[in-house]
């Protein structure tokens, strides 16, 4: 007898690897830069220029690099110094050849940086890498059987099948002209940039992502004196990219990582420098799912012949439920009394990290810190700018009716609001907002039979049961469980019992004929 069998695909994890890279590294101003006074703030980011698989491993080739913004020792101008630190680790991911697909990710830990004397400064850091290569598994599901005499017990399941698996990148372009009450760029100092409240959806061979970009510049202006600048600007963007076989009733699970940024000034029509070019490029690691119902033959029996189902277990995958959450925050930041009293917040920014989950009851419970940095200048001419850090934990629940321990879930935080107000010149009051979206897929072990193996009947058994039997049901009995006990089908029992469907009731009696001899 032949099956009829539908195929599914879906991800299986093939390898995983987190390693920890750390730097301590002294670095000396360049001879162009004046002495280091007093530091105000620095940022990290890192650069990947080369991610080489082979039996076994992932080469990492790339670069930390530092900014330091900080004011001069002698003439107590505010200045910026780039460190770039070489960077090379080997991970090792079993079972992995040149040409698997790797998802890279990395976290920036512990940054800080600590001034020798004015010309010299120790950078200390941690990157923690994530490293994930899955592999496609195609999943045969028994739906049919060629042979009529052969009854079937199927399960009807809406599972998820993997579609569209790729990666790729978009790049977000924004001019910023310059307001005509400010002075042309002189020298662009210090900038900050973040993507908030990214949404991406899949539409017909594309995928669209709508968001903010929040930009933050510091520059010197042109006029006598070089006077100091500051804007903030929330541009709203959208951009596409191709998506082949891609559509808008999908099940996206797709995850955005910003793989490069830069600020650049660029002249206006008239040659003055007077637009800022901000560039994003995002890393898009996209995974769709088709929805679809199967009927899957999970048992086979005819009391003609032995019918010995062969097969394994497999994992199949359904969707349960996908929830978009937010957290809101506030809280109140007290100022060091040695920093000076408040004159102006010029920029804040923030990056969540979720330290813990688990699953709980109808959801799962979110464990994590904002970590915020917040610029602010002073009353003091000598030392306008100073720069602050504060964290501020939370716990939510993310509502997942039905979820169990067995569960496979994805859970994805980010920064949607955040804003930062004097609540006096010793206070900062802090509002944010935090969008803990989540897509949580149910697993079910489910045996699948790949073909059906034939034999004759014990004929001895057989002539040793009766030809009429009365049977009580037992609660753990099925009509199908029964039927094929005592050598009758369920449409016979059905029949003689006079019963509207195959549910049977514990205690209930049932009249049984068998349906062969001996």
Request: with cysteine; aromatic share 6%.
């Amino acid at each position: 007898m032949e099956l009829k069998k539908e195929d599914i695909q879906m991800l299986r994890e093939k390898s995983r690897a987190t390693s920890q890279v750390t730097f301590d590294a002294d670095y000396n101003v360049p001879d162009a830069k004046p002495d280091i006074g007093r530091m105000i703030q620095n940022k990290g980011d890192v650069r990947m220029d080369e991610v080489r698989l082979s039996d076994g491993h992932a080469f990492l080739k790339g670069s930390l690099n530092v900014d330091l913004l900080y004011v001069g020792d002698e003439e107590k101008k505010v200045y910026s110094l780039s460190a770039k630190l070489p960077l090379e680790e080997t991970l090792n991911l079993e079972n992995i050849v040149s040409g698997d697909k790797i998802c890279l990710k990395w976290e920036i830990e512990d940054l800080s940086v600590h001034l020798i004397h004015s010309r010299k400064m120790n950078i200390k850091a941690i990157v923690t890498f994530y490293a994930v290569v899955d592999e496609l598994a195609g999943i045969r599901l028994p739906v049919a059987l060629d042979d009529p005499s052969v009854s079937v017990l199927k399960k009807q399941m809406r599972l998820l099948d993997l579609a569209v698996h790729k990666k790729d990148t978009m790049r977000l372009k924004e001019e910023i002209s310059l307001a005509s009450n400010k002075p042309n760029i002189a020298e662009l100092l210090w900038y900050h940039m973040d993507v908030r409240g990214l949404d991406l959806r899949p539409e017909e061979n594309l995928v669209k992502a709508r968001g903010e970009l929040a930009v933050f510049v510091l520059y010197s202006g042109d006029d006598e004196g070089n006077p100091l600048q500051w804007l903030e600007y929330s541009l709203p963007f959208s951009g596409e990219v191709e998506c082949g076989n891609c559509s808008g009733n999908m099940i996206p699970n797709m995850e955005a990582a910003v793989i490069n940024q830069a600020v650049e000034v660029k002249p206006d029509a008239d040659g003055e420098e007077r637009v800022l070019l901000a560039d994003v490029v995002l890393e898009l690691d996209m995974k769709l799912y088709r929805e679809e119902e199967h009927e899957i033959i999970t048992d086979v029996y005819t009391p003609l012949r032995e019918c010995i189902p062969q097969g394994k277990m497999e994992t199949l995958e359904s969707l349960l439920v996908r929830n978009f959450s937010k957290c809101r925050l506030s809280d109140r930041i007290e100022v060091k009394e040695n920093q000076g009293k408040i004159l102006q917040i010029c920029h804040s920014q923030g990056r969540v990290k979720i330290d813990k989950t688990q699953i709980v009851e109808n959801g799962i419970q979110a464990e994590g810190i904002v970590f915020m940095k917040i610029l602010y200048s002073v009353g003091n001419d000598d030392m306008p700018f100073y720069s602050m850090e504060a964290m501020l934990p939370f716990t939510h629940v993310v509502e997942a009716r039905g979820i169990t321990p067995d569960c496979l879930y994805y859970l994805k935080a980010g920064i949607e609001q955040l804003s930062t107000t004097m609540a006096d010149s010793n206070e900062i009051e802090v509002k944010a907002a935090v969008s803990l979206n989540v897509l949580v897929i149910r697993q079910e072990k489910t045996m699948i039979i790949d073909r059906v193996e034939e034999k004759p009947l014990d004929v001895e058994k057989i002539r040793s049961m009766p030809g009429i039997t009365v049977y009580m049901v037992k609660p753990e009995d099925t009509m199908w469980n029964i039927a094929k006990r005592f050598y009758t089908t369920t449409e016979e029992i059905r029949m003689l019992n006079e019963l509207e469907d195959e549910n049977v009731n514990p205690g209930q009696p049932l009249l049984l004929v068998k349906k062969v001899e001996g």
